[in-house]
């Protein structure tokens, strides 16, 4: 039987730190609250996965090209993007444990387990019927399914309307209505709700009468937004086009849990897609489905991801959706796609006191370009490949592996080197082949232990080849090539390595199936 989910996810925290993908940040003094360090080969992957998302869109588009913004930016920034106004979370505390929450995600954990229940009574009923079965006749008339609907839509009607009108009371009704108690304490012992700034601010200039108040960017976008005329002109950029960067991001996040997917220093890669007035639904259904492909050609499974529409649009949005995945602890998401109208270009005119109007020569006519934006986190995506490719295999007669499935293009090493043993010359043999394949792939050298040992190391960093060397191949040129994923072995010749390896660990092969 497969372990429940939450130990799946425990197993894959400590993974990632056993194998030199991610640690927590100054460990040494304890770490600090969500701020992780990606180890030697969590560095890999992550680049990996940086050049896919970057040749996706400044390689396949001819007009997206990339920039790379300061983290720093003038702090009116933050004043004409809402962020310093409206950039809050409404946050809940409860007395008697003393942990803070965020009271939406207390409602919408609310909604979550109305939405289980169903499920659960619908898969029970499932089985019960078989083939028969038919789960929206069962979903309409079954009275306890009927029951949690309705309690669920009551609830859910009220959320929306609270959050919509800012009703922080209203929000700690609904948490007091429904006895949501504190997952630590038990008790519901609450305090009133509050907004909370999440960003970061510290100050720029040596001494303290001159210093300004600069903040950490929250959002990479705003380095793409102040820099759209300068991209325009020097790149004599024709609308519709896009501007794609990939960049750190800080949040003080209030409840910063689950591992790498809420963190208070990010990373995140996103594109703005700048269009004409009016065609800007056109352009996010296009994106949306472009960006969906981009996820699914990574082969972790279709049904992992759904989109997720937003309930509440942003203040910049008129259209708004999620893309998320199934995570050990349910669909999150991991990218945002925002159609935000002018609201971004309009507003920095305001307040810069400079134009940043697009004259269009095909209509002759100047206007502010409407945006679509696509905005993936980099460390989520990160958390949904290893938890997506994640196995431990029962391997018969008491062997068992675990191995990281990842799509061989970005595996953290694509080829290990091992020489069955350490002496007759077969180290140097292996070394003359490493030497071979080094300009072109990540190789790991690795000489001790038993063949299937080594194997083992391999298989649980996700590297897609093994290469031996035996005697055999100091007399014929041959060595075997162990498949991770089938751990089929095949005798080929050297020269066909760079061949067999190049074909499945090209990114080319990713790009190929968006
Ligand atoms: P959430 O609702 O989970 O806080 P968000 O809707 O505020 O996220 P966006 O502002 O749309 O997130 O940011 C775009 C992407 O950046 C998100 O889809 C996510 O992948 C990533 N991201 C945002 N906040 C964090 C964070 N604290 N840690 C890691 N990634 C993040």
């Known amino acids: 039987m497969f372990p429940p989910q939450s130990d799946v996810f425990k197993k894959l925290i400590a993974h990632c730190k056993e194998y030199g993908f991610v640690f927590p940040s100054s460990e040494i003094y304890d770490g600090l609250g969500a701020v992780y360090d990606y180890g030697q080969n969590g560095v890999e992957l992550k680049n990996n996965l940086k050049k896919y998302w970057w040749d ?79 789960a929206e006749m069962f979903r309409q008339t079954n009275p306890r399914v ?165 309930e509440k649009l942003a203040h910049y949005a008129n259209a708004a959706t999620d893309i998320e995945f199934e995570m050990p602890f349910g669909f999150k998401e991991v990218e945002g796609i925002h159609s935000r109208t002018d609201f971004d270009l309009t507003s920095h005119e305001r307040y810069s006191g400079k134009s940043l109007k697009y004259f269009d020569p095909e209509l002759n006519q100047s206007y502010v370009p409407y945006v679509v934006e696509t905005s993936i986190g980099l460390d989520r995506t990160f958390l949904s490949i290893l938890a997506g490719t994640y196995a431990e295999e029962d391997l018969g007669n008491g062997d068992s592996r675990v191995v990281l499935k990842l799509p061989p293009a970005l595996a953290p090493v694509k080829v290990a080197i091992l020489p069955l043993v350490k002496k007759d010359d077969l180290p140097e043999k292996a070394q003359e082949i490493m030497d071979m394949l080094k300009f072109d792939y990540k190789c790991f050298y690795d000489e001790k232990d038993s063949i299937g040992k080594r194997y083992r190391r391999q298989d649980a960093i996700g590297t897609p080849f093994c290469v031996t060397i035996d005697h055999q191949t100091l007399t014929d040129n041959t060595v075997t090539i162990r498949h991770r994923d089938s751990m089929e072995q095949e005798r080929v010749a050297i020269e066909a390595l760079s061949e067999i390896i190049g074909k499945s660990t090209s990114i080319k092969e990713l790009l190929k199936k968006i």
């Open 56 to 134: 996706s869109m400044v390689l396949l588009n001819e007009n997206v090209v990339g920039i790379d913004a300061a983290i720093f930016m003038h702090p009116t920034t933050w004043k004409a993007s809402g962020h310093v106004d409206a950039f809050n979370d409404p946050l809940i505390d409860n007395r008697d444990s003393k942990k803070r929450y965020r009271a939406d995600v207390l409602i919408e954990d609310l909604l979550a387990k109305y939405d289980e229940k169903n499920q659960k009574e619908i898969d029970k009923a499932a089985k019960r019927f078989g083939d028969k079965f038919d």
């Open 146 to 310: 009927l029951e949690n609907q309705a309690k669920r839509d009551e609830i859910h009607t009220r959320f929306v309307k609270a959050l919509h009108d800012n009703d922080l009371a209203e929000l700690k009704a609904i948490i007091e209505d429904n006895e949501i108690v504190c997952p630590i304490s038990g008790t519901r012992n609450w305090t009133d709700v509050r907004q909370f700034n999440l960003m970061f601010s510290t100050e720029m200039g040596s001494t303290a009468e001159g210093a300004t108040q600069v903040f950490l960017r929250p959002e990479t976008a705003q380095g793409i937004f102040v820099n759209f005329l300068n991209v325009q002109k020097t790149g004599r950029m024709k609308i519709p086009f896009g501007i794609a960067q990939i960049g750190k991001a800080f949040r003080n996040e209030i409840v910063a849990r689950q591992f790498i997917f809420r963190m208070r220093e990010f990373e995140q890669m996103e594109m703005q897609f700048f269009v004409r007035p009016g065609e800007e639904l056109k352009w996010y259904e296009y994106w949306k489905e472009v960006r969906l492909r981009w996820h699914q050609a990574l082969g972790l499974g279709d049904h992992k991801y759904r989109f997720h529409d937003h």
